[in-house]
């Protein structure tokens, strides 16, 4: 009798990953709190340097310290995502299952960026209390579904982030060296714009540059970012995460194709 | 030779070589982030992007260039808590995963030794970063350091370096009761940000934030290099040595007499794996 063809759904496994990620996660919380403790303290301080800037920055302090939770989460989730395979001896197996590891990193990176914004809410409401009020956002709804689509694009930098880590021995440097420097980049705390103008093509290779100068557009009046405004900015944020995300799956592609060939990943 | 063998003469151990071998040892063994890349970064990447970071939130905050050039000298200093806190107050958690505690509690080292020894390292990798901060600072911020102040910069460098890696230590002995020092050292990584006048003067922070952040070595450390700085009299800036000596003292002091509590409990319990 034949054997029965493997039946797998990389939606499935995806899905699987996730759920892991987020049982690791509730078996010791206390991860969260070192992505966290940075954005909480940069946001204060942040706060107490805007403090007699305007009403507006109080938004600048919030989505500043906000996105670098997100992106602190996905800075270290993302290393993390296949550095725990590599810890634990599972890569290889994982490489091997029918599903495309792309499908199981995405379901971790995915976990990260929600992790993330647990975080950033965190932020905003000891900001909140700091400041005893709300900021204003001209459009609340906007602003929602943005902030949403600004997740989709750190989730695609996770993502491609992940793969480069299959290859390197600096996930370590690059997250806990590199943070600052990923922070300045993309501006969270401040529009790109005001850095040297030969920095802004290197901004503007990482999708959250343009989703952020893009919300920033949208709650900010009278805000002044990229020359291209609101709708260049989404344009770029969404071509920058398509690329991305096509990025990802030809590395991911090529790191299968290498398991195949060389039998391990330990060499690298 | 057999004789030395079977000779029931004590063992006597060597402060020195404890010192030296803790000195060498620990970089590769039990402290943090001591990869050569993790401390190149340390020194010459992490000072340069969180003032630069920190000063265009200044900017934007509508600073003048005076508050960018405090902020810079601030954060000069603050960097060096990446080498001599968080990197330092993993000690134990390495000892734990590594599964050498144990050994480390029985042997018959010099508990000072032992101490002094390992921070040796990052006291040196403090003032480099201090230093690589503080040339940043006058290079690409506008900071003014005149050459007069120079003997006092040096000295409350040193002493801000001994007093930060003291800290580290208290927090690694305070990790011995904890499940990860993670936290802690992520806690105590940032929060002289706030609260140790790095960003703005902590007069403008609430009184009891005001406490707390007197309470920390860095408050102490960042006043007297600023004191330095701006050229003020030996007897300004002596109490502010007095100050951040004070520190360095109790927080050696604090970090030997944890370890020597974990270590009766450890004797009197039979166990050190309960944390």
């Known amino acids: 009798m034949a054997a029965a063809p493997a039946q797998y759904s990389r939606g499935r496994s995806t899905v699987a990953a996730f759920r892991l990620s987020v049982l690791q996660f509730l078996a010791d919380p206390q991860w969260l709190v070192p992505s966290m403790i940075a954005p909480v303290i940069f946001a204060l301080v942040s706060f107490e340097l805007f403090r007699v ?88 709804l906007g602003f929602a579904l943005l902030f949403v689509f600004i997740m989709v694009t750190l989730a695609s930098v996770g993502v491609v982030f992940a793969a480069f880590y299959v290859y390197t021995r600096y996930a370590g440097f690059i997250q806990n060296i590199g943070e600052f420097a990923f922070y300045i980049g993309t501006g969270c705390m401040f529009p790109v714009v005001l850095l040297p103008f030969f920095t802004n093509p290197i901004s503007l290779l990482f999708p959250p540059t343009w989703g952020l100068d893009a919300l920033r557009y949208l709650s900010i009046p009278g805000y002044r970012g990229f020359e291209w405004g609101f709708w260049g900015d989404l344009l770029g944020a969404v071509a920058t995460t398509t690329a991305y995300l096509g990025f990802a799956g030809m590395v991911f592609y090529r790191v299968e194709r290498h398991v195949l060939e060389e039998g391990n990943l330990s060499e690298y | 030779m057999s004789t030395a ?155 801000t370096g001994f007093a930060m890696v003291g800290f580290g230590l208290l927090l690694g002995g305070v990790a011995l009761y904890l499940r990860t020092s993670i936290i802690l050292g992520n806690i105590f990584l940032f929060v002289g940000l706030l609260l140790s006048g790095v960003n703005f003067p902590l007069s403008s922070l609430p009184l009891p934030l005001q406490w707390a952040g007197d309470l920390l070595p860095l408050t102490w450390g960042v006043a007297a290099i600023r004191s330095a700085l701006a050229g003020d009299s030996i007897a300004t800036l002596g109490l502010l040595w007095a100050a951040v000596a004070l520190a360095a003292a109790l927080s050696f002091g604090l970090a030997i007499g944890l370890w020597k509590y974990f270590e009766q409990r450890a004797l009197a319990t039979g166990s050190i794996a309960r944390f």
Not at chain 2, 14 to 31: G, I
């Open chain 2, 5 to 159: 063998l079977t000779a029931s003469a004590p063992y006597r151990t060597s402060f020195w070589r404890t010192f030296w071998t803790n000195a060498v040892m620990a970089p590769r063994t039990s402290l943090g982030f001591m990869r050569v890349d993790f401390v190149l970064g340390t020194v010459f990447v992490i000072p340069l992007t969180q003032m630069v970071f920190f000063a265009f939130v200044v900017q934007l905050g509508g600073g003048g260039a005076a508050k960018v050039a405090y902020t810079a000298i601030g954060n000069a200093v603050a960097t060096v808590t990446y080498s001599s806190v968080f990197s330092v107050c993993q000690t134990t958690d390495s000892e734990k995963q590594q599964g050498t505690m144990e050994h480390l509690l029985v042997s018959p080292a010099n508990r000072l030794a032992l101490y002094f020894g390992r921070g040796l390292i990052p006291i040196l990798i403090s003032l480099g970063t201090v230093a690589v901060g503080l040339l940043y600072a006058a290079l690409l911020f506008g900071v003014v350091i005149p050459p007069s102040s120079i003997p006092a910069l040096v000295v409350s460098v040193v002493l």
């Open chain 1, 53 to 140: 800037a305007g009403p507006y920055f109080l938004t600048y302090a919030i989505l500043g310290a906000g996105m670098m939770s997100m992106w602190g989460q996905t800075l270290y989730g993302s290393g993390w995502a296949t550095g725990q395979d590599r810890e634990f001896g599972t890569l290889e197996p994982t490489i091997q299952a029918p599903t495309p590891y792309l499908y199981v990193v995405l379901g971790r990176v995915l976990w990260n960026v929600l992790s993330g914004l647990i975080g950033g809410l965190i932020v905003y409401l000891v900001i909140l209390v700091v400041a005893g009020g709300p900021p204003t956002v001209t459009d609340p």
